[in-house]
């Protein structure tokens, strides 16, 4: 279970603490293990939508691929790394945040352009954070 909340002057504050305690209460005994980490929002649903419903789409279509097919492509190529023994690891669309998400995409389309294939701009561009962006 995640639960949200925040750090203020040294204090944990949860949101929705009422609920949290309730849940817990409701559990059986039982050891867990609880880890508090700095919040990353996750990519949003309009990233997954232009990702899965354009860039994929169309990747697809001009590469000959099912959707799911090029998807595993463009995570292969573009969010894998190497563990210092050498083994490779895919890290999952799930794990990335929403800039994170963003900068994968802009890859994604890069390496389309490069092949000749152009990607319509999503409506009001998604989570663009880039650092190198001014405001």
Same mark, same amino acid.
């Given at each position: 279970?995640?639960?949200?909340?925040?750090?203020?002057?040294?204090?944990?504050?949860?949101?929705?603490?009422?609920?949290?305690?309730?849940?817990?209460?409701?559990?059986?005994?039982?050891?867990?293990?609880?880890?508090?980490?700095?919040?990353?929002?996750?990519?949003?649903?309009?990233?997954?939508?232009?990702?899965?419903?354009?860039?994929?789409?169309?990747?697809?279509?001009?590469?000959?691929?099912?959707? @799911?097919?090029?998807?595993?492509?463009?995570?292969?190529?573009?969010?894998?790394?190497?563990?210092?023994?050498?083994?490779?690891?895919?890290?999952?669309?799930? @794990?990335?945040?929403?800039? @994170?998400?963003?900068?994968?995409?802009?890859?994604?389309?890069?390496?389309?352009?490069?092949?000749?294939?152009?990607?319509?701009?999503?409506?009001?561009?998604?989570?663009? @954070?880039?650092?190198?962006?001014?405001?």
């Amino acid at each position: 279970m995640i639960f949200y909340g925040e750090i203020s002057k040294g204090v944990l504050c949860l949101n929705k603490g009422g609920q949290v305690t309730e849940w817990i209460k409701s559990q059986p005994d039982m050891r867990v293990q609880v880890e508090i980490k700095k919040y990353h929002p996750d990519k949003t649903h309009d990233q997954l939508k232009y990702y899965f419903g354009v860039v994929v789409k169309i990747a697809a279509k001009e590469f000959g691929y099912t959707k @799911e097919e090029m998807d595993g492509i463009f995570c292969t190529m573009f969010l894998r790394w190497h563990t210092s023994d050498g083994t490779m690891y895919v890290k999952s669309k799930s @794990e990335l945040t929403t800039k @994170e998400m963003g900068e994968f995409i802009d890859t994604c389309i890069r390496h389309l352009a490069l092949q000749g294939i152009v990607i319509p701009p999503a409506a009001g561009r998604i989570a663009d @954070e880039r650092p190198d962006k001014k405001n």
